[in-house]
């Protein structure tokens, strides 16, 4: 569920009499304005309950709120989220009763760092949103299409009068997380700070996170496993595994696996997986995952879990004029067009912005996708 909109059209749609419209409707209001509202005491509470339902949201096939058999258990949800934000933000006059002990207020670092320290929440500052954000331009090289039966993806959904939705990426690097991923892989050496990210290696693995959250893991070791030879479907499952035990994200089910000749015999395996916003691909934010025929995960790239919030919507070219820009550049593209989303980083902020892929050949013959920025000048 988006927006209060989107509650306000639900109730309409569910409810029988004027009287509980007016009790939901005034509910929800609460609930919206609570949820906008800064949290003084517990500010991890707002993020970690919008994580949670948009998690939930995104594990069903139909939007939650359209289902009507999970409406009631919503309205129950609301509701005790409600009373748990409103005792929050009492403090201790509510919860004194419990032995709550006095909030205190944040550290502030008064001096220079102390060499050798690492602050876990200096990536992890929240951007605040507006609408009037400027939102930085990314020029993507041309891509060559490896499937030579894939074609653009249709533009349903989309209402390009009224524009295309763009989204902040919160968190995108905390150190916390970058921790919890090392340990998980058996990295067990100091994080160390290079440059804007972070690095830690040890036993022939290392793990680096550059500002923006991506994450690049690399292990030596991996030409040594001995486990059984695996085909395709194999490598689909060794990388799924081995994302869930680094604590990163699976981005969907049915990723592209791509083989060739490993150096030193067998194979190697290429599982890239396309993660999804509203449908439409990142394409600058796939997960990629390298590995031998025996499993052995020598190298992956990945991003941190985030969340993406809605900055509102943003007017965008139309595809004809994609098209045409495309055909300025050289080769031959069109009509083929689709959207995509792509993933731009600007003062430790990053947004996922849509830009048209359109279809075509270079003017080397190669069949490739030319990317066009969407967004119109306001």
Known sequence: MTNARDVHDLIREWTGSPEERRQLEEL????????????????EFREALRAELM??????????????????????????????????????????????????????????????????????TIPRLSSNVKIPVVHLPDEVVADDQAQPEPLTGLDLDKGVQ???????????????????LGITGQPQQVGDGYLVSSGGKTLTMSADGQIVYA?????????????????????????????????????????????????IYQVTYTPRVEGRPVVNGRTVVWMTDRSGVFRAEAHLRAQEQ?????????????????????????????????????????????????????????????????????
């Open 219 to 267: 292990d030596s070791t991996a030409f040594t496993h001995a486990g059984a030879v695996i085909d395709e479907h194999g490598a689909r499952e060794a990388a799924s595994r081995f994302l869930s035990r680094a604590a990163l994200p699976v981005p969907d089910l049915h990723p592209v696996v791509t083989v060739q000749p490993g150096e030193q015999g067998g194979h």
């Open 310 to 378: 809605a900055l509102g919507l943003r007017p965008v070219v139309s595809p004809d004029e994609a098209v045409e820009r495309a055909r300025q550049g050289g080769g031959l593209f069109g009509p083929g067009v689709d959207l995509v989303y792509v993933r731009s980083v600007v003062s430790g902020a990053v947004y996922l912005q849509p830009q048209w892929r359109v279809f075509g050949s270079n003017e080397q013959g190669q069949r490739v996708v030319r990317y066009i920025p969407a967004l119109a000048d306001e």
């Open 28 to 43: 929800a209001d609460r609930l919206e304005e609570a949820l906008q509202a800064e949290v003084p005491y517990r500010p």
């Open 55 to 124: 998690a939930q949201a995104r594990r069903t096939l139909l939007p939650w709120y359209r289902r009507p058999v999970l409406w009631a258990s919503t309205v129950a949800v609301a509701a005790a989220a409600a009373v748990v934000a409103f005792g929050l933000w009492q403090g201790p006059s509510l919860l004194g009763d419990f032995g709550a002990v006095p909030p205190q207020a944040p550290k502030v670092a008064e001096g220079p760092e102390q060499p050798g320290s690492l602050d876990s929440y200096e990536h992890s």
């Open 166 to 184: 763009v989204y902040l990426v919160s968190n995108p690097a905390d150190l916390d997380q970058f921790r919890r991923v090392a340990a998980s």
